[in-house]
T-cell receptor
Framework: DTAVSQTPKYLVTQMGNDKSIKCEQN?????MYWYKQDSKKFLKIMFS???????INETVPNRFSPKSPDKAHLNLHINSLELGDSAVYFC????????????FGPGTRLTVT | GQNIDQPTEMTATEGAIVQINCTYQ??????LFWYQQHAGEAPTFLSYNVLDGLEEKGRFSSFLSRSKGYSYLLLKELQMKDSASYLCAESGNTPLVFGKGTRLSVIA
């Protein structure tokens, strides 16, 4: 199926650990994103990549490092996890930047204990 | 989300019509998205308005007034499955900025 997929769907880990979330899209899109949705359901952009290049890097702690090995993949690595990192992380993709519909992955629910 | 304002919660009856409003900052504005998000799921695209006016898509319609920085999503013939959060998002010079969402509860 054509889609945006993320792994894992659930991630429970302890403070101080390092973890990665993977994202892949097979829609042939040029642009990919990472969003964080907190407990209040506020969806906020973290990063955006266009053709493997970082375009947008919002105010995010440098413990978060995105990596795009190719246009179809955008992974998110998080170092030294903190309690406040607990949230749902969504990957998304679109044809390009600006006014293009974004297709979201199913989300990764991260719980830091 | 600080530039975008929408009601936090709304309740409506099955079969009725509901209008969800959204106001946004007009500087650098390009277009206005509406997304639907069911609990525990990913947001899915509903509509994108660039020009003023109403765009209809089945039971859902979206309206935009660029000069007023105002949009609304109109849902007709409400069904129980329409219970969800509805997010408006502004496209412009900055990355897509989402509002905090309106949680709609459809009751029998």
């Amino acid at each position: 199926d054509t889609a945006v997929s993320q792994t894992p769907k659930y991630l429970v880990t302890q403070m101080g650990n390092d973890k990665s979330i993977k994202c892949e899209q097979n829609l042939g899109h040029d642009t990919m994103y990472w969003y964080k949705q907190d407990s209040k359901k506020f969806l906020k952009i973290m990063f955006s990549y266009n053709n493997k290049e970082l375009i947008i890097n919002e105010t995010v702690p440098n413990r978060f490092s995105p990596k795009s090995p190719d246009k179809a993949h955008l992974n998110l690595h998080i170092n030294s996890l903190e309690l406040g990192d607990s949230a749902v992380y969504f990957c998304a993709s679109s044809l390009g930047l600006g006014g293009y519909e974004q297709y979201f992955g199913p989300g990764t629910r991260l719980t830091v204990t | 989300g600080q530039n975008i304002d929408q009601p936090t919660e709304m309740t409506a009856t099955e079969g009725a019509i509901v209008q969800i409003n959204c106001t946004y900052q007009t500087s650098g504005f390009n277009g206005l998205f509406w997304y639907q998000q069911h609990a525990g799921e990913a947001p899915t695209f509903l509509s994108y308005n660039v020009l003023d006016g109403l765009e209809e898509k089945g039971r859902f319609s979206s309206f935009l007034s660029r000069s007023k920085g105002y949009s609304y999503l109109l849902l007709k013939e409400l069904q129980m499955k329409d219970s969800a959060s509805y997010l408006c998002a502004e496209s412009g010079n900055t990355p897509l900025v989402f509002g905090k969402g309106t949680r709609l509860s459809v009751i029998a």
